[in-house]
């Protein structure tokens, strides 16, 4: 069984990836990735937490998480479908323009 302290750094990895990938990319498809990203590490912390802590708390709130993310995708892609109907395009440059 590995230390609680390799989960961590892993999550923090996997974090840090997405952070910068949010911050760098243009792409929202690429960005919506790199934002589960980020959810997925922080559900990997709180199962280690949970497994290490013996309680099934961080277990339980990892299926909030998964929900709010499954939310984010359906509605943000749906968004970016409507956005590429209109624009041909889904890079996040072009979105701050509401007018067609």
Known sequence: M????????????????????????RNAIVIFMCIEMMLNAVNLTFIAFSRHLGNIDGQVFVFFVMTVAAAEAAVG???MIAFFKNRESIDVEDINLMKL
């Not at 961590?8 to 997405?18: P, V």
């Open 77 to 79: 892609l749906a968004l």
């Open 2 to 25: 590995l230390a609680i302290e390799n989960y961590l750094i892993l999550s923090a990895i996997l974090f840090s990836i997405g952070t910068i990938g949010v911050l760098t990319r």
